[in-house]
């Protein structure tokens, strides 16, 4: 039976823990990554059998950059900690990568009811990808936080952004290594609470300007890879 860790990002997110952790595959490790919840999110996680890791520096790559130094198991997945994603899923990207059919897996979100992405972070995500695309030729239609792969492969990578750039990074260093990058459709459900980037302008103006940061490092070796 395939087993993995899956690094949960987590800030104030104590009413949508119970569901998120519901949904984690039975056999695989919960990993909560505290960073700096006030509302006992950190204590609801430990109650429910997650294993928690503190990272008081604040950003999303900071946690999860976190979340994947504690993993241990062969493949690591990631997924927001906010109930508008099901770590269900990720038992399929994993079966994937196991079978040989890919290296990376990110799922592309797809809203259930109106509202639950605002234009404002739709706009923002189009525009990432296409300036993904001109960097990479990867033809992806969204830089979601759902994703699987090895956690020898992540951790290769040598990923170094802290804040909203971290998810894109992990892709174009995935590709600039040669790794085989694939996207699947995933149901965008309404989230729990208020996002803390794309809920506001600033949060997703910050987030682009974090992600196009990443996109004008230099190719770390040969491109390589395909969409598939």
């Not at 996002?195 to 040969?222: F, H, I």
Request: hydrophobic content about 40%; glycine content about 10%; charged content about 25%.
């Amino acid at each position: 039976m395939l087993s993995a860790d899956v690094v949960l990002p987590c800030l104030d997110e104590a009413e949508a823990l119970p569901w998120v952790l519901s949904r984690v595959p039975a056999g695989w490790r919960a990993i909560v990554v505290d960073n700096g919840s006030t509302d006992g999110s950190a204590e609801i996680a430990r109650t429910l059998g997650a294993h928690v890791v503190s990272e008081p520096r604040r950003g999303f790559g900071a946690a999860c950059d976190a979340g994947l130094s504690a993993a241990e198991a062969e493949y690591v997945c990631f997924c927001d900690c906010d109930a508008s994603l099901d770590p269900g899923l990720l038992t399929g990207f994993v079966r994937e990568i196991a079978s040989g059919g890919t290296d990376l897996v990110l799922g592309r979100r797809r809203p259930q009811t109106r509202g639950v992405w605002p234009a404002h972070a739709r706009a923002g995500n189009a525009a990432l990808s296409l300036m993904l695309r001109r960097r990479t030729g990867l033809r992806l239609h969204d830089i979601g936080p759902l994703r699987a792969a090895r956690r020898t492969d992540l951790l290769a990578l040598g990923l170094t952004d802290r804040r909203s750039g971290y998810p894109l990074q992990m892709v174009v260093r995935a590709w600039d290594a040669g790794m085989r990058v694939r996207e699947v459709d995933v149901p965008y459900l309404p989230r729990s609470g208020k996002s803390k980037v794309t809920g506001t302008w600033r949060g997703t103006w910050q987030a682009v300007r974090d992600m196009s940061a990443v996109l004008a490092e230099q190719p770390r070796s040969p491109v390589g890879g395909d969409a598939r």
